[in-house]
């Protein structure tokens, strides 16, 4: 494909609901383009986006793909991303990296979570935005209703410019308002004529609503408008312009994905109307604690991000880049400003689904993939030496599901580890830690469908096989009196025998300390270099767990007192007078149980609240404060047992029919209430 300068470039991100047609629209667009021959199917598993064998088997996106293609002089790079929530972070990455959003929503099934979750996120990111309805030849699809819809959750600036011309199945083209002719479609082929008679009356009403979603962008045009001057088709159509660049007109424009209808004119919309790379905002960038701004432009210094990172089995790491300034040919060599390393561009490609074809240039907006570059992850900066800066990223989403894994085979654990690592760096959303207190390495994401996937990865691309079990919960152990106890350790075998006597008091520290130990030992009752052994079995005792079994925290140990022999003393004897000391202190000193509270933050709309807060009382949750978010949405804050929301993931979902988020994060240990003591004990102790 030949080079294409900044003005011309289009990146194009489609999200929306999952199966409201992103992936079928994306083949429809490539066929029309000429790019592909004939449209793959999401259902046969044959389309450009969704190559992954996961997608392929659950016929849904997973990742954002791209599908770039050329429309006259204009390269577009469109992005389909995933329209399922556990994948929303795709959907993320993709639009921090368009000019303009396409919208797909089903005239069926009008507009759903995820449309309303895109929009969200297009209008933070101030992202120009256009919807495509969808679907219309299917039966029971109504144009009419999901424009109200859309007028309704959306607000102003709605302007449809399109109508459809036949319904359902008969469905056949579409009504241009603002030119006033009708397109119709033979077998993708489009041709014009008169709008037809029986139409005037539904003409009329969306025409109004397209004025209407028009003016909003030009003050004095609002204003003669509402004096009852009906603005020019010139004047209506340069205010779309400033409007759609501005991100406050919204166009609504209508077709049929699978049948080809209005497709081609939603290519010229977007290279005619849409941004340029130009029209970008100026990419903010932070060098220390002082940030500058860098403009998209060609000729400036080259600036890159790194927006996604694909792990290939056999092609190794690809690196898909946004060229935010200059223009870069193969063979740059930039400095990643993360691990201050320099980083050899060796070949630039353009990546359309899963085919690589070399390009010689890049310019500032240009949005492709780089094969292989050494260090560089998810998030990374790329700039000259001499601009030592990183751009302001898209925050990892905080991880919201977790299961616990562990190799099929034994001595695969290291395998394991490599493989797990690797997947993280393609998907931001996956986090992994090793929780020491419960031995267990824990997988979390966002979602069931997103860990399931994880692992079909783990085999498909590394051949590792894992058993999963549930997340324990890290319970601990504190003490609530002082005590005192004699630990003695007295062992006499033939000849040389083991002796040590430490004398310990243990006192309750404040939440979060820790541990602290106190030599008080004078006159040497225990000989100095001995008094660490003490402190280390002491140690050990709390490791290996207190009354419950569970590691005990917040305490303070002093050694006061003790004994020792000339001949039979030593470090072990010493260690073992402490761990036994410990532990029998331990049990005169009141044990507490302790879980961990997780501090919760959820944004639901307002009718879920009342929900919501009933489903967390029942779940021990303290509410700390609601607030008003954005649009309709409260905001919840509450500290819950962690045991109590392990799939709080789920749930939501379930309670809120997907419009509920949340994020979550451990905020402190507290005790367990007497009265549930032996329910989580048990629990606990339960083989996973
Ligand atoms: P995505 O999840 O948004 O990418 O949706 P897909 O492109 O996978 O489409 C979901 C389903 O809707 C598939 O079975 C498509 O064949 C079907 N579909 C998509 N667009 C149209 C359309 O315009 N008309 C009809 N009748 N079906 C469509």
Redesign the pocket.
Known sequence: MPNVPSAKIRNVA?V????????????ALLVCAGAINRAG???DGT?V??FEPEEVKR???VSLSLAPFDWGDHRVNLI?T???ADFVAEMEAGLSVADLAVV?V?AVDGVEVQTQVAWRIASELGLPRLIFV?????ERADFERTLDQLRELFGAGIAPLELPIGEEAAFSGVADLLTDTAITYDAGKPSSGPIPDEMSAMEHRVHEALVEGIVVADDDLMERYLEGVTPSTKELETTLAHGVAAATVFPVVC?????Q?AVDRLADFICEIGPSPLDRKPTVVRAGDKTTEVPVDPSGETLVRVFKTIADPYVGKISLIHVLSGTLRPDAVLTNTRTHSDERLHALQLLRGKEAQPISEAQAGDVIAVPKLSEARTGDTLAPKTMPVTIEGVPAPAPLLSIAVKPKAKGDEDKLMTALHRLQEEDTALALRREDETRQTILSGMGDTHLQIVLEKLQRKFGVEVDTEPVRVPYRETISQPAEAEGKYKKQTGGHGQFGVANLKIEPLERGVGFEFVDQIVGGAIPRQFIPAVEKGVQEAMGAGGHYGFPVVDVRVTCFDGKYHSVDSSEMSFKMAGSLGFKEAMEKAGPVLLEPISRLEISVPAQFQGEVLGDLNSRRGRVLGTEAGGGDEQIVIALVPTSEILRYATDLRSITGGRGRFSLSHDRYEPVPQQLVDRVIKAALQPA
């Open positions: 489609l929306g609901h999952g199966a409201a047609g992103k992936t079928t629209l994306a083949e199917r999401t259902e389309t986006c969704d016929k849904i996106s389909d995933p329209g399922y797909v089903s969808n679907k219309l030849d299917r077709g049929s994905a699978a049948r209808i």
